[in-house]
């Protein structure tokens, strides 16, 4: 059973950083994990996916968001920098079941339960 915790969310002051992490269980190698994230009264938005050698990211992230992964530890994690207030949510680790990177809340089969982010201004 695929199961996805995240850790490392909280409050954090504008242009400061903040680093997310999810830890993996169940899953096979080199599946593509991905970030999410939801702010109140917003659908869902992709963030940003890793693969086993390849990455994407939302235009609105590009520069100050960097995903990498631990295959050893099987973890993802998302380092968060120049954080501004748009950029609050919950955010919530994702993997899908095939290695391929996606962009679509669809794509991805498991989910974690979410961490908070706030930005102050």
């Known amino acids: 059973q695929v199961q996805l915790v995240e850790s490392g969310g909280g409050l954090v002051q504008a242009g400061g950083s903040l680093r997310l992490s999810c830890a993996a269980s169940?899953?096979?190698?080199?599946?593509?994990l991905g970030w999410f994230r939801q702010a109140p009264g917003k659908e869902r938005a992709f963030v940003a996916a890793?693969?086993?050698?390849?990455?994407i990211y939302a235009d609105s992230v590009k520069g100050r968001f960097t995903i990498s992964r631990d295959n050893a530890k099987n973890t993802v994690s998302l380092q968060m920098n120049n954080l501004e207030p748009e950029d609050t949510a919950v955010y919530y680790c994702?993997?899908?079941?095939?290695?391929?990177?996606?962009?679509?809340?669809?794509?991805?089969?498991?989910w974690g339960q979410g961490t908070q982010v706030t930005v102050s201004s």
């Open positions: 890793i693969g086993r050698d390849s990455w």
């Open positions: 169940g899953l096979t190698l080199n599946k593509a």
């Open positions: 994702a993997a899908r079941s095939g290695s391929l990177l996606f962009t679509q809340r669809r794509d991805y089969a498991y």
